[in-house]
Each structure stands twice: as C-alpha cells, then as structure tokens.
C-alpha cells in the first residue's frame, strides 16, 4: 500500500490533556498536511508543513516533520471535547501536484 | 465565500447501474481532485483535473471516470457499479499549486451500492 501508517488507531483522553499522533510514511515529500474529520464527513485542513521545515504551530496545534525517519506528529494541547474527531495526515510529493496520499487515522475521543 | 460543493449528498444506486456525482471549486480555485473513502481501505485518491486536463490518476479500474468544464466544476462517473463502490466520495479543491494553504474537501457523497 502506498498510504502511511498512523499511531496510536484510537486514543481516548480527558479535557485539558494533551494529544499526540505520530504519522509514518514511505516516499519522499514536498509537504505533509494534517485534516479533522468529524463523524464521516468532509475532511477540514489543520495545518501544512512543507520538507524544508521542521516544526510549525497553529494555535493549540503543534506539527513536527523528520524527513529524514519519514515521520511527523502532530500535538494538540489543552483538548476539548470539540475536538473528538479524526485525524490524518497526507503527504503530496514533489511532482505530483494534486495527490494526496493518507494515512489510516487515528480516532481521538476527548471526554468532558 | 462559499465552500466546495458536492451534489447530491446521499445517492443509493443498483448493482450495474452508473452514477455521475457532481462538485463545484472554491471561486478561483482550478484543481479538483476525488478521493474514495471506504472503512477498509481508507481515504484513496481517484484523479486531480486542472484546467480541464487530468493531472494525476490512482489506482483505480477504468469504470471510474471524471472530467473538468471550463467553470472549474467536476464530475466524476462510476460505470456499472459494483457493491464494493459503497463509500464516501470526496472532492477537494484548490488553486492548483503544489501546497499553497492546503486543500479544501466538500462534505462528500455517500453512495450506496445495493
């Protein structure tokens, strides 16, 4: 398969923890992206980081990129319940503008 | 500023029957990709058009087909549908670069093969 492994599958935590999802993948990369879906529906876009950076933030998001093991994770502080979703990264490599290629996801469940 | 659209939300279709499903870009936007979603197979990219030319294709069978009009808007045809076609359809839009701000997906189609 060509997508990317994400761990853990599920993770389940309380308010105010912070969430981590480690994302692997196989090929090399112009940039990684991360999306939230939300029980089956569109897919909203989090954040980019592109192969020359190393980490980038977005409020509560923090992103970090290895090119080098071909991993990223991405760090969500202080969670909510609002942001019980799914969560995958997708890589789009240079030269093929317009592809993305997911991971499997990782279900976070945040309880009140 | 309106969303992507895809039309129509729910659609439940024969086995052999073809479906055309619709999606509309972000004003401007030039690049439309599909992605078939499935429970077993994750999220799967199908095709990326730009400017009315297929860009990128997946691995998919060639009963899976799309095309561009000039406003930017897409279909995407599904010919003699199998029960294994029941998923989530997804598009995607953006300006047509490599990354830019990211990609902005509709709320999808759900198909159903029965």
């Known amino acids: 398969s060509q997508q990317g492994e994400e761990d853990p599958q599920a993770l389940s935590i309380q308010e105010g923890e912070n969430a981590t999802m480690n994302c692997s993948y196989k090929?090399?990369?112009?940039?990684l992206q991360w999306y939230r879906q939300n029980s089956g529906r569109g897919l909203v876009h989090l954040i980019l980081?592109?192969?020359?950076?190393r980490e980038k933030h977005s409020g509560r998001l923090r992103v970090t990129l290895d090119t080098s093991k071909k991993s990223s994770s991405l760090l969500i502080t202080a969670s909510r319940a609002a942001d019980t979703a799914s969560y995958f990264c997708a890589t789009e490599g240079s030269g093929n503008t317009g592809k993305l290629i997911f991971g499997q996801g990782t279900t976070l469940q945040v309880k009140p | 500023k309106a969303g992507v659209t895809q039309t129509p939300r729910y659609l439940i279709k024969t086995r052999g029957q073809q479906v055309t499903l619709s999606c509309s870009p972000i004003?401007?936007?030039?690049?439309v990709s599909w992605y078939q979603q499935t429970p077993g197979q994750g999220l799967q990219f199908l095709f990326e058009?730009?400017?009315?030319?297929?860009?990128n294709k997946g691995n998919f069978p060639g009963r899976f087909s799309g095309r561009q009009f000039s406003n930017s808007r897409s279909e995407m045809n599904v010919s003699t549908l199998e029960l294994g076609d029941s998923a989530l359809y997804l598009c995607?839009?953006?300006?047509?670069?490599?990354?830019?701000?990211?990609?902005?997906f509709g709320s999808g189609t759900r198909l159903t093969v029965v």
């Open positions: 090929t090399s990369i112009n940039n």
């Open positions: 980081i592109r192969s020359n950076e």
């Open positions: 995607a839009s953006s300006w047509g670069g490599q990354g830019g701000n990211g990609y902005t």
């Open positions: 004003s401007g936007h030039r690049s």
């Open positions: 058009y730009f400017s009315e030319t297929q860009r």
